[in-house]
């Protein structure tokens, strides 16, 4: 069982290189699409497996390579702990959705291998960042994932695509370079990379007079916030972002927009925060400022925007801000003495469900989107109309999405939005309880100008098709999600978010950071 | 003379933001992407150095920690050569934008090169 872990990583990085010379060989080269779905499904299972397999709060940690140097072990290490195990199945389902749906999709693209195998690293790059145990190999993740991301942005070499790539790919550089910064600090304070024992050795630092950390580690902690910051375009860091995820192809505008920004950036701010750094008020405030300012500036500037995809990436920026709030009002309450975990854990809870639940709808209306793009041939609202009964399908998974993410009960978001405003509320943060209500009705406001001008009204172009069959399986999957997520909250409380939230509320204590492979 | 190198490493790490954030020119903006990388390469190696130490290398019979005592930390080395290779990368896939970027534009003006807005 725990054998199979670093297979997560190895098969998709394995498989996107064996496609470039399965593209040359005559006669196989049309089966890199088929492959491709095979492997990202055989992930998605194997991580579905292991939450049920491991719910018990089992996190075993995996030296793959290893070396037995001078009696201590040398390697890779793997931790496959409940918040790695929730990631895997978000990145996996996500890609699952968007890769059925670009066999269809992607048939405008020549050269559709060098999308399958860009695609493949990238989901494997994902899956490494969010198993790695030790900063160094993140970092290294995050850049594969990225570089990958930066050619999957100009795939298509138009000239607004290769623009948006050129501007992330240097904010994306700026980004890592400061994360490496940040680490190699933090290394040259500890000699350690293993985030377990680097964040002992943080501990274990005298602490200068009338200051609560050393400056060395507030310079790492000010690069590594900042940078990860950058890669989850939060605001004030977000320029990249509407320019990026619009101009790729839409199933890589669900990919990065629902799971991307989450795997290289809120998440690794979370194990920053938490596990290396520990919870501290003013990296908690920090969390909390970037989150209110991303929510607010990002709904406002969705709902001024016409073009449907800019308006997806803008509403992508104002629901990740709920996911960092919700991890800083966590962090703030922990850093409280006496800490009140069950307020803390209600946050995470209610941060990490949302997270789950924007990969899921947020995908959605990205492919959605693609597939009104492809039928209509504008991504300007004013230019739609009554696509609601002329592609039945795409209108009908278009509006559980867009229900969904505007918090219209029993769909999941309304469910992950009103455990966070109540773990605010419970928190004694009343002003952002009152900043989260305001922001989950300007985005209902928000989908509601997207249906009035996609779905409803009087049809503006005679003939459109409903998209072929691959598409609408592909938006299928992500809907049936949508729902099940606020249908079946209880079953994924137990099997996803409940050891997931753990792993984040005990990382904070020594006992937990033990589990992670520190030294006792 | 000790402190001096360091702030070499973090002068070269703000001209290369500077050139990121403040030149228009495509091409400077990449020569800036080196200079950050050489500034993050140089501050890893700065890192695990350690005045009169020798080449990390275990003699036949040498105990570890003698090892230990003498050596330079190698892990920085092995960081720097993995961030050199990302580096590469990133280099040459940005030079292969800036190439198609002409294509398109006829120009390495960023200013001109705006399409994309608000």
């Known amino acids: 069982m725990k054998e199979l872990v670093p297979l997560l990583v190895g098969i998709p990085l394995g498989t996107a290189f064996l496609i470039v010379i399965l593209a040359h060989v005559r006669g196989l080269s049309r089966l890199t699409g088929l492959l491709a779905t095979a492997v990202v499904a055989v992930n998605l299972l194997l991580g579905v497996w292991m939450c049920i397999a491991m719910h018990d709060g089992a996190a075993p940690a995996i030296w793959a390579g290893e070396w037995n140097g001078l009696g201590r072990p040398i390697g890779i290490e793997l931790v496959c702990d409940g918040l790695a195990r929730l990631m895997v199945v978000v990145i996996n389902m996500v890609a699952l959705a968007a890769i059925i749906f670009a066999a269809s999709y ?68 700026l980004a890592s370079t400061f994360i490496l910064v940040g680490i190699t600090v933090l290394y040259s304070l500890t000699g350690h990379l293993n985030m377990a024992k680097m964040a002992e050795g943080l501990r274990r630092l005298p602490k200068p007079e009338g200051l609560s950390a050393s400056p060395a580690v507030l310079l790492a902690a000010a690069c590594l916030l900042g940078g990860l910051a950058l890669k989850a375009a939060m605001v004030p860091f977000h320029a990249w972002l509407p320019d990026a995820h619009p101009s790729a192809p839409a199933p890589i505008s669900a990919m990065l927009s629902g799971v991307l920004i989450k795997a ?43 073009d449907l995809k800019r308006l997806l990436a803008y509403s992508s920026i104002s629901q990740a801000g709920y996911i960092v709030l919700a991890l800083g009002v966590a962090a703030e309450v922990l850093s409280r003495s006496p800490p009140d975990r069950a307020v803390a854990g209600l946050c995470l809870l209610g941060g990490l469900f949302h997270l789950f639940n924007h990969a899921a709808f947020k995908g959605l209306l990205f492919l959605s989107s693609g597939s009104i793009e492809q039928a209509t041939g504008t991504r300007q609202l004013k230019q739609m109309g009554g696509l609601a009964r002329q592609m039945p399908v795409t209108g009908f998974c278009c509006r559980v999405g867009a229900l969904s993410i505007a918090g219209v009960p029993p769909f999941n978001g309304f469910f992950s939005k009103i455990i966070i405003i109540i773990a605010l509320a419970l928190a004694g943060r009343p002003i952002l309880c009152a900043v989260a209500v305001g922001v989950a009705v300007g985005t209902l406001l928000m989908y509601v100008k ?66 992670m492979g520190a030294t006792p | 003379m000790g402190i001096a190198i360091y702030i070499l490493a973090f002068a070269c790490l703000l001209t290369g933001v500077y050139a990121l954030v403040a030149k228009k020119n495509i091409v400077r903006i990449i020569l800036g992407i080196a200079i950050l990388e050489y500034a993050v390469n140089l501050l890893l190696v700065l890192v ?71």
Not at chain 1, 266 to 286: Q, S
Request: proline share 4%; net charge neutral; charged share 15%.
């Open chain 1, 106 to 173: 992607m048939r405008r693209f020549t050269t559709v291998w060098l999308f399958h195998s860009l695609f493949l690293l990238m989901t494997g790059a994902m899956n490494g960042v969010v198993l790695s145990g030790d900063l160094f190999n993140m970092y290294v993740f995050i850049e594969v994932a990225a570089i990958a991301s930066y050619g999957l942005v100009a795939f298509g070499t138009e000239s607004e695509e290769l623009e948006a790539a050129f501007k992330y790919l240097v904010l994306g550089v």
């Open chain 1, 264 to 306: 290289a950036g809120v998440y690794a701010l979370a194990r920053i925060v938490f596990t290396v750094l520990g919870v501290n008020p003013y990296y908690a405030n920090i969390l909390i400022a970037l989150g209110v300012l991303s929510m607010v500036v990002g709904m406002f500037l969705a709902l001024g925007q016409w």
């Open chain 1, 450 to 515: 997207v249906q009035r001008y996609v779905l409803e009204g009087a049809p503006t172009q005679r003939a459109v098709r409903e998209s072929p069959w691959p598409m609408g399986v592909g938006m299928a999957i992500l809907a049936v999600v949508c729902v099940l997520g606020g249908l079946a909250i209880l079953p994924l409380k137990e099997y996803l978010f409940d050891p997931a939230g753990k792993v984040l509320l005990d990382s904070v204590t020594a006992a937990g950071r033990l589990a």
């Open chain 2, 48 to 118: 695990g150095y350690r005045r009169g130490g020798s080449a990390p290398i275990l003699a036949r019979g040498e105990a570890p920690a003698a090892l230990a005592a003498r050596a330079v930390d190698p892990l920085p080395q092995a960081m720097v050569l993995t961030s050199i290779v990302i580096g590469l990368s990133v280099t040459a896939l940005a030079v292969a934008m800036a190439i198609r970027l002409y294509d398109k534009y006829g120009t390495f003006d960023m200013n001109d090169i705006r399409n994309l807005r608000g």
